[in-house]
């Protein structure tokens, strides 16, 4: 699965990505989110257990972010949960128009048939 989504966004681009990097901010900023559990903390990397809801369902799985500040870019790398594997870069780009936000999700299923 390789998808991306993206947005143009009229704001300071650090401003954008330090609140993107604030995963205590999303269940406050993206409604699906339920909640984010920190394991580890610290100021470039993080272990945290994240759940949401998908068209209703609620999911939850294990994720390491890695906050490049020098590239300006979030990486995500699922750990544990169906997803395992999946890596999720969000990248953040000036524009004419304003900050180009992308999130690009990759994952390769490995289903093993008995």
Do not use: C
């Not at 890695?66 to 590239?71: M, Q, V, Y």
């Not at 969000?90 to 180009?100: A, H, S």
């Amino acid at each position: 699965m390789h998808k991306t989504n993206s947005i143009v966004m009229r704001a300071p681009k650090m401003s954008i990505f330090e609140t993107a990097a604030d995963l205590e901010l999303w269940p406050k900023i993206l409604p699906h989110y339920r909640y984010i559990r920190f394991l580890e903390r610290s100021p470039e990397r993080n272990v945290v257990v994240m759940a949401a809801k998908r068209s209703g369902i609620p999911i939850a799985w294990t994720s390491e972010q890695i906050i490049d500040r020098e590239k300006t870019e979030v990486h995500f790398h699922h750990l544990k949960a169906f997803t395992k594997g999946m890596h999720v870069v969000w990248t953040f780009e000036e524009k004419p128009d304003g900050v180009l936000v992308k999130i690009k999700h990759d994952l390769d299923f490995r289903m093993k048939i008995p």
